[in-house]
T-cell receptor
Framework: DTEVTQTPKHLVMGMTNKKSLKCEQH?????MYWYKQKAKKPPELMFV???????INESVPSRFSPECPNSSLLNLHLHALQPEDSALYLC??????????????FGQGTRLTVV | AQSVAQPEDQVNVAEGNPLTVKCTYS??????LFWYVQYPNRGLQFLLK??????LVKGSYGFEAEFNKSQTSFHLKKPSALVSDSALYFC??????????FGDGTTLTVKP
């Protein structure tokens, strides 16, 4: 299994809602990532988990809350989002956070619309 | 600091012609360079990477890239383009602190 699976594929939520994005991989990777991508722009790193511990938080607003329950799962909890948070949210994994010569495997993303 | 530049927002080629998507980088130390492709409403797919060794790297779907240290470039190439190659292409560099820095992307359109 060489896939990163993200659910749901599409999500529409109101600004007062609470929702979660889920990501799963069974490649034995120990680094997992959340990215935010606006249309035709490069992905922007949000969070990095290494061995289930949060290693990097790129100054992401607290309305985004990551969670790594185990080595195969990564969640992104959403609360009180703003319309400008509408984007494609990508999960990725790689064998390890370091060394730096490993490529990332990306999921297909969750298309989030905040209304 | 590390940075990546993709000087062309858009590249148009005819099917069957060779294609080049340009990428230049700036890092201190040895770079690890990657190319990813993104089809509409999909995640990024890894194409190829340069770590060390041979300057010509071969990757998926017939793509290759040439690492040029003196010009700090890592251009993506394919000898004969297909309509199905039409997509958004990102160059990325990974050096300091393990973070990947992506270029702004180049939209490749291959016309029949």
């Amino acid at each position: 299994d060489t896939e990163v699976t993200q659910t749901p594929k599409h999500l529409v939520m109101g600004m007062t809602n609470k929702k979660s994005l889920k990501c799963e991989q069974h490649m034995g990777h120990r680094a997992m990532y959340w990215y935010k991508q606006k249309a035709k722009k490069p992905p922007e790193l949000m969070f990095v988990y290494s061995y289930e511990k949060l290693s990097i938080n790129e100054s992401v607003p607290s309305r985004f809350s990551p969670e790594c329950p185990n080595s195969s799962l990564l969640n992104l909890h959403l609360h009180a989002l703003q319309p400008e948070d509408s984007a494609l949210y990508l999960c990725a994994s790689s064998p390890q956070w370091a060394p730096m010569n490993t490529e990332a495997f990306f999921g297909q993303g969750t298309r989030l619309t905040v209304v | 600091a590390q940075s990546v530049a993709q000087p062309e927002d858009q590249v148009n080629v005819a099917e069957g012609n060779p294609l080049t998507v340009k990428c230049t980088y700036s890092v201190s130390g040895n770079p690890y360079l990657f190319w990813y492709v993104q089809y509409p409403n999909r995640g990024l797919q890894f194409l190829l990477k340069y770590i060390t060794g041979d300057n010509l790297v071969k990757g998926s779907y017939g793509f290759e890239a040439e690492f040029n240290k003196s010009q700090t470039s890592f251009h993506l190439k394919k000898p004969s383009a297909l309509v199905s190659d039409s997509a958004l292409y990102f160059c990325a560099v990974r050096a300091r602190a393990g973070k990947s820095t992506f270029g702004d992307g180049t939209t490749l359109t291959v016309k029949p």
